[in-house]
């Protein structure tokens, strides 16, 4: 207790400690001070991690992101899987939630592509934004993710009620999951980001993804596909050597079946294409190509338990 008093006078230059009733404020002042000094340091969690744990981390990381990069539904699911499993860490959880929560909304913009109903991955993101106030920022990516538009001039067909059977067989809530968006509101924070998101597009894949998925095929204003052309090539030469992000320039702003024949082949396990090249193939009346790949992404994907 001595210690502290003295600290006090030290720290408030008290010419007369012993004279009470002229620095009782600046003692006040003193204790308030040093309290707030103490709680503070004295209140941070110590996080420890081992060398061995820290190295464990960094592999894993590597392993996730690589994922990302690769980015069919399957490797975005794994990543997601690991990404979650790290969170364990609490010295590192404001990096890994941050790849978690973007790899959800990959998740969400793959869903809309493959006219996935069940909205999980939105939930799951609504969750982890809502319960870190780190993230609250997110929170309009969130809903521009949950609002992109299906590849244009193509038929749509839903892939995951494909995969699980007759309409009959789903359940009421499977018929009826919907996701309330406000578009007024989409447009708004889409003009207030767009020069934002084009900047982060550059470093960032879930950005990168996000710009071309919005802003690749339509006017936001209008709400008119094809009204106007979005160059589009310095995010393609940017990230050249990434699957995800070559996947969903070959989808604006309409089907590129070249490109996405070279990604099947690099990758076979990237189902969603065979999906999209079976609906370019139906669009243009090959029916029997579009059975075979159709078919393809239904045996893929099942597997996968969209």
């Known amino acids: 207790m ?12 008290i010419k007369k400690p012993y004279d009470m009733k002229k620095n009782a404020k600046k003692i006040t002042q003193g204790f308030l001070l040093i309290s707030i000094i103490l709680f503070t340091f004295c209140s941070q969690p110590k996080f420890k991690i081992t060398p061995q744990q820290r190295t464990e981390f960094n592999l894993r990381i590597q392993e996730a992101d690589k994922l990302i990069h690769q980015g069919s539904y399957q490797d975005l699911k794994e990543a997601c899987r690991i990404y979650e499993e790290l969170t364990k860490y609490p010295a590192f959880q404001a990096k890994t939630r941050a790849k978690l929560l973007e790899t959800l909304l990959l998740l969400v913009m793959r869903d809309r592509e493959l006219a996935v109903l069940d909205d999980k991955h939105f939930k799951k993101a ?3 934004i809502e319960k870190n106030p780190a993230l609250n920022n997110f929170e309009k990516y969130k809903n521009m993710a949950a609002s992109i538009p299906s590849v244009q001039n193509t038929r749509s067909i839903p892939l995951s009620d494909f995969i699980k059977g007759s309409e009959e067989e789903q359940t009421a809530s499977r018929k009826t999951i919907t996701t309330p968006i ?58 050249a050597g990434i699957p995800l992000i070559q ?32 609906l370019d193939a139906l669009n243009k009346g090959n029916l029997l190509t579009a059975e075979k790949n159709i078919l393809e992404a239904h045996q893929g994907l099942s597997l996968i338990h969209i």
């Open 126 to 128: 609504s969750s982890l």
């Open 182 to 239: 406000d578009m007024e509101k989409i447009k708004q924070d889409w003009m207030n980001t767009k020069m934002e998101l084009q900047q982060r597009a550059f470093l960032n894949l879930f950005f990168a993804y996000l710009y071309i998925a919005f802003y690749g095929n339509r006017n936001i204003l209008t709400l008119d596909y094809l009204s106007e052309k979005t160059d589009l090539s310095s995010i393609q030469e940017s990230h």
């Open 2 to 13: 001595k210690n502290i008093v003295f600290l006090v006078i030290i720290l408030l230059g």
């Open 247 to 278: 996947y969903k320039l070959a989808l604006v702003p309409e089907i590129n079946t070249a490109n996405l024949e070279k990604l099947k082949d690099q990758n076979q396990n990237f189902y969603e294409i065979y999906y999209y090249l079976g």
